[in-house]
C-alpha cells in the first residue's frame, strides 16, 4: 500500500542532452554540488547544480552512446557503446582521457566500479564478464560457475554486494532469470539461484539482500542467507530500467518502463511514493551522497531531481560520521596497495633473477622449446575464435548410411526424445503455431476442412435451409464457429517473418500489432453471429405467406442473407496455403491447375445458390394473383431443397460455360438483374481462368517458368534420392527464398536498355542503403561517383545463404565484399542488417580472414569481387576512387601487420626464459615493422645454444677418440654419428637464425 501524501513533484529539471539519457551519476564532492550524465549520443555533460546548468560537455565516445557514467577514486570512468572503456582525470583543468580499455560494445550491461582500482564489465563475447584491473591492464574474467546446467545467455546487469572478506562479492543477472554470486579474490562463482522466468534487467545490493528487476512485472528480492527468493513489488506493467539504494540503506527506488520512479521502504518493500514527471521510460536512477536528492535519467532526454524523504539532522550527522571513517578506511587501503605493490615488485624480481640462472643439465633437458612462429598464432586466434565467437558449429549432418540405418531400424530413442521436448514446451505458444510445428501443421488441415465445408455449405443453407430451429446442423454450425474464434485468438500469437530482416517475429505486441493492421478485420467479420440477431429462429419469413414483405421480414431477411460474410473465412485458405508451401510436393503446374478447377466448382455453386434465393426476396404475382417466378415456370415450385439446388447448379453451369439452353426462363425483374450479373460474373471468371490455364502451360514469365521448373527439377530429385521430409523442407525452403534472385538477371537485362545517365541515377539510388556505408567507396567529384557506382554496381553478384551458414570463414582469402541486402549476419558478437556490408578487407591483395561470420536468418547479399573491382579500377576514369581504396589497403595491411607483431610480443612474453625490458621491447618491435635487414638486437635462445654446445662437446669427444686410435674412423659407426652430431649442429644454427630468442 502507497502512502495517502501526494507525489512530490521534482525540484530542478535538467534539460540539454539531444538523445536518451542512459546514466547519470552524483561526483562525490562535500556539497553533491556536480552531477554527470551521459547520453545516447556519445556525449557527457557536467552539471553544477547550484546553477542548474551544464559546465562542461565533451563528446566522450561515439555516435554509439555511452552506457554508464561513474567515479572510480580520482578518475571519472564512462563505458560507450562503441566497445571501449575510458578513464578521464578529474583533477585537471579540463578532461582528458588518459586510459581506453576494450570491453564488450554489443551489450546492454552497464560496467560496475570496484574500490579504487577495479571494474567489473562484460567482454567481447556478451556472455563473459571480466575484472580490468586499471593499474596493470590486466583482465581476469570470471570463472563459469558449474552448478549453472541450463543455459544462461547474455549476462544482464552486474552489481556488487558486501561480504565477509576484506573484498566485496560479484553478483551478475542473467538473461535466463538466474543470478550468480561470484568471489571477488578467486573470481569464481560461489552460487547461483534461479530469481525469475524473465531477464534480470538491473541489480542493486540492499545490506545482505540482492535486489533483483526484470523485464516483467515482477521486482525480486534474493535473500543470500537462506538462498530464497521473494516477490518484493508486483507491478501492472512490464519492466524496470534501473534501481538505487539510498547510502542511508532507508529507502531505495526503482524506474520502469513505464515511465513512473517507485520508493520502497528497505525492510518492508511497503511502495511509499510514485513519482511521476518523465514521458519516456528511466534508463538511470542515483542517490546523492547526502541522501537529499534523487537523480533520474530518463529516454526523453531530460534529467529530473528530485528531494524524497531528506534526512533529519540526526542522520546527516551519523552520515558526517560514517563519511570520516570511509576515509580513514580508504587511506588505509591505499597504504596497503603500496606495500602489496612493493611485495609484488620484490617478488617479480626474484623471479627474474631465477629465470637468469644458467639452466642444469637435467632442466635443459625436460624443459620444451616454445617457438612463436606465425602459425601457431594464427592457430592459437583461430581456435579461440572458434570457442568465444562460432557458437553451433557442430551441426548435425545428414548422411546417407545414417538415414538407411534410421529407416531401417527406428529408434524408440528419438521418439521418446521428442516427446520429452514436447511435454516441456507444451504451455509455449509461439513454439506450437511456427509454421514446422506438427500442432499447426494438424491445425491448418482442420481448418482448411472447415474452410472447405464453409464455401459448400453456408451459401447452401442461406438459399435453400428454411429451417431455422435447433437442430444438428445448428449445433455444427455453432461450433465451428467456435473453432474459428480459436483460430483468431491463435493469430495473435503466431510468429510472422518480417521482411526486411527475415527474422521470426515472437514477441506478443509485435504479432498483435500486425494482425490487427492486417487480416484481423476479415477475420472479425466473418465469425460475426449475424443469424443469431433475427431472435426468432423458429421460423423464416420466406415461408411465411405474406402478399406483400413487411418492415420486419425485410430485415430479418437482410439478417439472414448476412450470413453470407462467413465466406469471408475463406480468405484463410492463401495464408495456409503459404504455410505449406514448403511442404507440398505437387509440382507447381499441378497445384495451380487443382487451385482452378476448384476455384470454376465453387462459383458455380455460388452463382447457383445466388439464383436458388432469389425467390425468396421477390413475391413476383400474375394477374390472377397467383406467385410467379422461375421456380413456378420450371414446375419446382414446393419440391425439396435438393431438386432447388440442382436445377439452380445446372443454371449456373450453363451460365458460366455460356451455353444457355433456356430451358430454365427468367421471368421477373429481379431474376434478371441477378442474371445478368450471373453472367458477367460467370463469363469473366471462366475467360480468365481458361487464360490462367493457357498462360501456365505456356509460361506467364521467363523467371517464373525458371523457378517453376528448378522446382520441380529438385521436387524429382529429392523424390529419386529419397531424401528425408526435413532435408526436403530445408531445400524447398532455400528454393522459395532464392525466387527473388532468380528475376535478377532479367532485372538486369532491363535496366542495360537504358541510357548511360538513367542507369547511373537509379543505379545511386537503389545503392544508397549501403554504398554510404563503406568508407573508401565514398567522396570524389560527383560525375565520377555515379559512373563508379554505376560500373560496380553492374558487377555485383546476388547470392543466398540459409540460416546458421557460415559465410566467410576463418582463413579464407579476402577476395570478396558481402553487402547484405536482407536478413542478419553475426561477426564477432555483433549483428549486422540490411544495408551493411561485411569483408571490408577484400581490398587487400594477398591477406586472409582473421574472423568468421555466421548468417543468423536467410540472407540475401551481393558479392562484389576484388577481381571486378580492379577491374573497373584500371580502367583509368576513377583517379580518386583508386586513391582512396589504395590508401585504405594500406591503412589496413598496417593495422594488421601491428595486429600480428602484438600477438607474436604476447606469445613471447608467455615463454619460459622471457626477460627483455621495455626498451629492448620496442627495439625488436621496429625491426620488426621496417624488416630491418641488420637488426641491432643480438639475440639468443639460450636452450638452442646449450644444444649447440652439447654437440660441439660431442665433436670434441669424437676427435680425442681418433687421436687415440685412427682406425676408429674406418668404422661405419664411427661415421654416420660424426655426420648426425654434424647435421644437429647446423639445424640448431638455424634454428637460432630464424626465432625470435631472448637476450643474455
Known amino acids: 500500500m502507497s502512502s495517502s501524501r501526494p507525489a512530490p513533484a521534482p525540484v530542478a529539471i535538467l534539460r540539454g542532452h539531444e538523445a536518451a539519457v542512459n546514466s547519470v551519476s552524483f561526483m562525490k564532492t562535500q556539497d553533491n554540488g556536480k552531477l554527470l550524465s551521459g547520453s545516447a549520443d556519445g556525449v557527457l555533460k557536467i552539471w553544477d547544480l547550484s546553477v542548474r546548468r551544464a559546465v562542461e560537455s565533451i563528446n566522450a565516445h561515439t555516435k554509439a552512446g555511452i552506457l554508464q557514467v561513474s567515479i572510480l577514486g580520482e578518475k571519472l570512468v564512462t563505458q560507450g557503446r562503441d566497445g571501449f572503456i575510458r578513464l578521464w582525470d578529474l583533477n585537471e583543468g579540463s578532461l582528458q582521457c588518459q586510459q581506453k580499455i576494450a570491453c564488450g560494445s554489443y551489450t546492454f550491461t552497464k560496467a560496475k566500479t570496484i574500490d579504487s582500482n577495479f571494474i567489473v564489465a562484460p567482454l567481447e563475447s556478451a556472455e563473459l564478464i571480466g575484472v580490468f584491473d586499471i593499474r596493470t591492464d590486466c583482465i581476469q574474467p570470471m570463472i563459469t560457475f558449474d552448478g549453472l546446467k541450463e543455459k544462461t545467455g547474455m549476462c544482464m546487469a552486474i552489481d556488487t554486494i558486501s561480504s565477509e572478506m576484506s573484498e566485496a562479492d560479484v553478483c551478475i543477472g542473467f538473461e535466463s532469470g538466474h543470478l550468480a554470486r561470484f568471489e571477488r579474490r578467486s573470481n569464481k562463482a560461489i552460487s547461483s539461484i534461479a530469481v525469475a522466468n524473465a531477464p534480470l534487467t538491473c541489480l542493486a545490493s540492499i545490506g545482505k539482500d540482492t535486489l533483483c528487476g526484470t523485464s516483467s512485472y515482477d521486482l525480486h528480492r534474493v535473500q543470500w542467507a537462506s538462498m530464497s527468493t521473494s516477490v518484493a513489488y508486483h507491478g501492472k506493467n512490464e519492466g524496470y530500467g534501473s534501481l538505487a539504494v539510498r547510502l542511508d540503506q532507508r529507502i531505495y527506488a526503482s524506474g520502469g518502463w513505464d515511465n513512473a520512479i517507485r520508493i520502497f521502504h528497505q525492510r518492508t518493500d511497503q511502495r511509499l511514493a510514485t513519482l511521476k514527471y518523465h514521458t519516456e521510460s528511466i534508463f538511470s536512477l542515483e542517490f546523492s551522497q547526502d541522501c537529499a536528492l534523487l537523480a533520474s535519467g530518463s529516454k526523453d532526454k531530460k534529467i529530473a531531481l528530485w528531494s524524497i524523504y531528506p534526512p533529519t539532522e540526526k542522520n546527516q550527522s551519523r552520515q558526517r560520521y560514517g563519511h570520516r571513517i570511509s576515509l580513514k578506511l580508504a587511506s588505509l587501503t591505499s597504504q596497503v596497495d603500496v606495500k602489496l605493490q612493493n611485495f609484488i615488485s620484490i617478488q617479480n624480481e626474484m623471479q627474474r633473477q631465477a629465470q637468469q640462472r644458467k639452466p642444469t643439465m637435467r632442466e635443459s633437458r625436460h624443459r620444451k622449446l616454445s617457438v612463436p612462429t606465425m602459425n601457431e598464432i594464427l592457430r592459437q586466434s583461430d581456435s579461440y575464435h572458434h570457442v568465444s565467437g562460432a557458437p553451433g558449429e557442430n551441426i548435425s549432418l545428414h548422411l546417407r548410411k545414417n538415414i538407411k540405418k534410421v529407416q531401417n531400424s527406428p529408434s524408440a530413442r528419438s521418439k521418446s526424445l521428442k516427446r520429452v521436448q514436447a511435454v516441456r514446451r507444451w504451455w509455449d505458444l509461439h513454439y506450437h503455431l511456427e509454421s514446422s510445428a506438427p500442432f499447426r501443421w494438424r491445425w491448418d488441415i482442420l481448418m482448411l476442412l472447415l474452410l472447405f465445408y464453409t464455401a459448400l455449405f453456408v451459401p447452401y443453407e442461406i438459399a435453400f435451409v428454411t429451417d431455422n430451429s435447433v437442430n444438428a446442423l445448428f ?166 431443397s435438393t431438386t432447388q439446388y440442382i436445377a439452380s447448379l445446372y443454371w449456373a453451369v450453363m451460365t458460366i460455360g455460356t451455353i444457355g439452353y433456356g430451358d430454365v426462363t427468367v421471368v421477373t425483374v429481379a431474376e434478371k438483374i441477378i442474371a445478368i450479373l450471373c453472367m458477367v460474373i460467370g463469363c469473366g471468371s471462366y475467360s480468365f481462368i481458361i487464360g490462367s490455364i493457357c498462360g501456365l502451360l505456356s509460361g506467364l514469365s521467363e523467371a517464373s517458368t525458371e523457378f517453376n521448373q528448378q522446382m520441380d527439377h529438385l521436387n524429382m530429385y529429392m523424390a529419386k534420392e529419397e531424401l528425408p521430409q526435413e532435408m526436403k523442407i530445408m531445400f524447398r525452403e532455400y528454393f522459395l527464398h532464392m525466387k527473388d534472385q532468380m528475376h535478377h538477371k532479367y532485372f538486369a537485362h532491363a535496366l542495360d536498355t537504358l541510357s548511360p545517365g538513367l542507369r547511373g541515377e537509379i543505379e545511386v539510388y537503389t545503392s544508397g542503403e549501403w554504398i554510404h556505408r563503406i568508407p573508401f567507396f565514398v567522396g570524389g567529384p560527383t560525375s565520377q561517383h555515379v559512373r563508379f557506382v554505376t560500373a560496380i554496381t553492374q558487377r555485383l553478384v546476388p547470392m543466398l545463404y540459409p540460416p546458421n551458414e557460415v559465410m566467410i570463414h576463418f582463413g579464407d582469402a579476402t577476395d570478396v565484399l558481402y553487402i547484405i541486402s536482407r536478413g542478419l549476419v553475426a561477426r564477432l558478437g555483433r549483428l549486422f542488417g540490411k544495408g551493411h556490408f561485411v569483408g571490408e578487407d577484400f581490398v587487400l591483395s594477398n591477406g586472409i580472414r582473421h574472423y568468421q561470420v555466421r548468417t543468423l536468418t536467410y540472407v540475401d547479399t551481393l558479392a562484389l569481387r576484388r577481381d571486378d573491382l580492379n577491374e573497373v579500377l584500371d580502367q583509368g576514369t576513377f583517379p580518386f576512387k583508386k586513391y582512396r581504396i589504395k590508401r585504405s589497403s594500406i591503412l589496413l595491411a598496417i593495422a594488421r601487420k601491428l595486429e600480428y607483431l602484438l600477438d607474436e610480443l604476447k606469445f613471447m612474453r608467455r615463454g619460459p626464459f622471457y626477460c627483455w625490458s621495455k626498451e629492448q621491447e620496442c627495439e625488436w618491435f621496429r625491426s620488426q615493422l621496417f624488416h630491418s635487414a641488420a637488426s641491432p638486437m643480438q639475440v639468443e635462445n639460450r636452450s638452442v645454444v646449450h644444444a649447440v654446445k652439447c654437440a660441439n662437446k660431442a665433436i670434441h669427444a669424437l676427435q680425442r677418440v681418433s687421436a687415440i686410435d685412427n682406425s676408429v674412423k674406418e668404422r661405419d659407426d664411427y661415421y654416420a654419428i660424426l655426420m648426425s652430431v654434424n647435421t644437429s649442429i647446423q639445424m640448431l644454427n638455424d634454428s637460432m637464425q630464424t626465432i625470435p630468442q631472448l637476450p643474455s
Not at 563 to 568: A, D, E, F, G, P
Open 475 to 640: 449445433v455444427m454450425d455453432h461450433m465451428i464457429d467456435v473453432l474459428f474464434c480459436m483460430d483468431m485468438l491463435f493469430n495473435f500469437f503466431t510468429p510472422y517473418v518480417d521482411k526486411e530482416t527475415n527474422a521470426v517475429i515472437v514477441d506478443f505486441r509485435l504479432i498483435a500489432k500486425q494482425y490487427v493492421q492486417g487480416w484481423f478485420i476479415i477475420d472479425f467479420v466473418s465469425i460475426f453471429p449475424f443469424d443469431s440477431l433475427s431472435g426468432d429462429n423458429s421460423s423464416d419469413p420466406s415461408t411465411t405467406p405474406q402478399t406483400g414483405p413487411s418492415n420486419r421480414f425485410l430485415i430479418l431477411r437482410v439478417l439472414r442473407i448476412l450470413r453470407i460474410m462467413k465466406l469471408m473465412r475463406v480468405f484463410r485458405a492463401n495464408r495456409i496455403i503459404s504455410r505449406w508451401q514448403a511442404r507440398l510436393d505437387f509440382p507447381i503446374a499441378l497445384s495451380k491447375l487443382i487451385t482452378f478447377t476448384f476455384g470454376i466448382l465453387v462459383l458455380a455453386h455460388w452463382l447457383g445458390c445466388i439464383w436458388g434465393v432469389v425467390p425468396q426476396f421477390e413475391h413476383y404475382v400474375d394477374g390472377m394473383g397467383n406467385p410467379l417466378d422461375w421456380t413456378v415456370v420450371y414446375n419446382i415450385n414446393g419440391t425439396g
